[in-house]
């Protein structure tokens, strides 16, 4: 399922969509492709999984300017528009181990024990894991991968953006 909707990707904590007996690790890969264009910024990224009827479950990662004074960086994270409806007006970053600086081209990697999440209520079923990217003097751009969650079954899927993201693989094991 591709959406080029969204410029903007932010990865906060990730969530383990899991039952309390479920061990494991979430590993995500988010891509980000080399552009040819006269202007180019790091784009802001986030990534999150969100239940079948588009609920944040979980922020994974949230990747935006940490460096500006005054942290002006945290103002731009709005321009993640989906994740920012979602839920991220309501975070107060940074968020330790789900936020971070914006990442340059190339592949960069998200993983969480699952032992670490707090999402053992969560039941089996359909879910979406999220990427959002948004660049400055640039484009957005919205991957929602769709997976089945059951505890105890791997997980492993994948899509890959248009222009703004790369491929994007999502794996749990437990």
């Not at 990730?14 to 180019?40: F, N």
């Not at 079948?52 to 990662?61: K, M």
């Not at 839920?87 to 670490?116: F, Y």
């Amino acid at each position: 399922m591709k959406n080029s909707s969204a410029k903007t990707l932010v990865a906060l904590s990730v969530p383990a969509v899991v039952s309390s007996a479920s061990a494991g690790q979430l590993t995500a890969k988010i891509e980000i492709p080399q552009l040819d264009v006269a202007e180019y910024h790091r784009p802001y990224v986030a990534a999150w999984i969100e239940s079948e009827e588009r609920e944040l479950i979980a922020n994974l990662a949230v990747w935006y300017d940490t460096e500006m004074r005054d942290r002006e960086g945290e103002t731009w994270l709005k321009d993640l528009r989906q994740w920012w409806r979602k839920g991220g007006r309501s975070v107060d970053m940074p968020v330790d181990g789900v936020s971070g600086p914006t990442k340059p081209v190339g592949e960069h990697e998200i993983s969480v024990d699952l032992n670490a999440t707090d999402l053992s209520s969560k039941p089996s079923g359909s879910y979406f894991f999220v990427v959002e990217a948004s660049r400055e003097v640039g484009g957005r751009e919205l991957i929602r991968i769709p997976f089945q969650w059951q505890s105890g079954n791997p997980v492993e899927a994948s899509d890959a953006g248009e222009r703004e993201l790369g491929k994007v693989n999502l794996k749990i094991e437990n």
